[in-house]
C-alpha cells in the first residue's frame, strides 16, 4: 500500500455502522490499516457486524447509542478516554428516509430525519473535533452526504434539507477546524444498492429510471465508494478540506 494512504496506527469511528454503506467504509478502512469502532441501536445487528469483521480477520470493537442523543454520545467518548482510546477518524454516515409530500408531513416526522441526518453529524463530529484540538495530531472528519446535498425530489424533503446542510456543515467545520490540522470533507454517494433503497430497485419504473438516466446505466456498488473514503480518512488528503465529493457514476454532471 502507498504510504500516503496507509492508515496503520489510526482509529476510526464509523456512525451507522452495521450494515450498508456504513459498514463498508469499517471494512475498507480496515483494511487500509485503521482500528474500527462501529456504532448502531440494536444489540444484535452490532453483534452480527463485529461478527462479520472477525470472520475477515479483522479486530473492531462497537458501541451502542443514537447519533441524535448528545449525553449517549458524550459518555460514549468518555469512555473511550478513560480506555486511553483516540478517535483520529469520523465518519457521520448514520441516516434515516421517510418519504412524505409536505403538505401531508408531520413535524415529528421532519425533526426526526433532521436531528438523524443531520444534527447528529454535528454532534459526533463535536465530540471528536474537541479531543482532536486537545491532542495537537490533527483528525479527520467525513460527513455522508447525498445527490440531495445539491438536487431535490419529491417527498422526501427532510432528508434533502438535511443533506443539504450535511455539504454546509462539512464546510462550516473546514473554516473553524483547518487551523488545527483538522480536515473536515463529505462523500455525496448516488443511488447505491443498499438494504435503505431495496424497494427503490424492486420498483421496476424507478429502476429503470435510475439506470436509463446514470450515465453509468446502473446502480452503484458501496464497496465503490470505499476508495473515497479512505482518501479522505488519509494524509493523501491533508490540503483538502470542506469538500464534496460526489460518487454517482457521472449523475450529477449531465441534465
Known amino acids: 500500500m502507498l504510504p500516503l494512504f496507509d492508515l496503520s496506527g489510526k482509529t476510526a469511528l464509523i456512525t451507522g455502522s452495521t450494515r450498508g454503506l456504513g459498514f463498508a467504509y469499517a471494512e475498507g478502512l480496515a483494511k ?45 467518548f468518555r469512555q473511550l478516554d478513560q480506555e486511553g482510546v483516540q478517535v483520529d477518524i469520523v ?30 453529524a454535528f454532534l459526533v463530529a463535536r465530540a471528536a473535533a474537541k479531543r482532536m484540538v486537545a491532542r495537537n495530531r490533527g483528525g479527520k472528519i467525513i460527513n455522508i452526504g447525498s445527490l440531495t446535498s445539491e438536487a431535490a425530489r419529491a417527498t422526501v424533503a427532510p432528508y434533502t434539507a438535511a443533506k443539504g446542510g450535511i455539504k454546509l456543515l462539512t464546510k462550516a467545520m473546514a473554516a473553524e477546524w483547518a487551523p488545527f490540522n483538522i480536515q473536515s470533507n463529505g462523500i455525496g454517494p448516488g ?16 429502476n429503470s429510471w435510475v439506470c436509463s438516466s ?33 460518487v454517482d457514476g457521472g449523475w450529477l454532471a449531465t441534465l
Do not use: C
Not at 462479520?52 to 449517549?72: C, M, N, S, T, Y
Not at 421517510?98 to 415529528?108: I, M, T
Not at 443511488?191 to 424507478?206: C, S
Open 32 to 76: 487500509a490499516g485503521a482500528s474500527i469502532i462501529l456504532n448502531g441501536t440494536r444489540e444484535e445487528t452490532l453483534v452480527q457486524a463485529l461478527a462479520r469483521l472477525q470472520e475477515k480477520a479483522i479486530d473492531a470493537r462497537g458501541f451502542l447509542f443514537d447519533v441524535a442523543d448528545e449525553h449517549a454520545i458524550e459518555e460514549t
Open 214 to 246: 446514470n450515465p453509468a446505466g446502473r446502480w452503484g456498488r458501496p464497496e465503490e465508494l470505499v476508495g473515497t473514503a479512505v482518501y479522505l480518512a488519509s494524509s493523501a488528503s491533508d490540503y483538502v478540506n470542506g469538500q464534496m465529493i460526489y
Open 191 to 206: 443511488y447505491i444498492l443498499t438494504d435503505m433503497n431495496k424497494a427503490l430497485v424492486e420498483n421496476q419504473a424507478f
Open 91 to 120: 465518519i457521520n454516515n448514520a441516516g434515516i428516509q421517510f418519504r412524505q409530500p409536505l403538505l401531508d408531513l408531520a413535524l415529528s416526522d421532519w425533526q426526526r430525519v433532521i436531528d438523524t441526518n443531520l444534527t447528529s
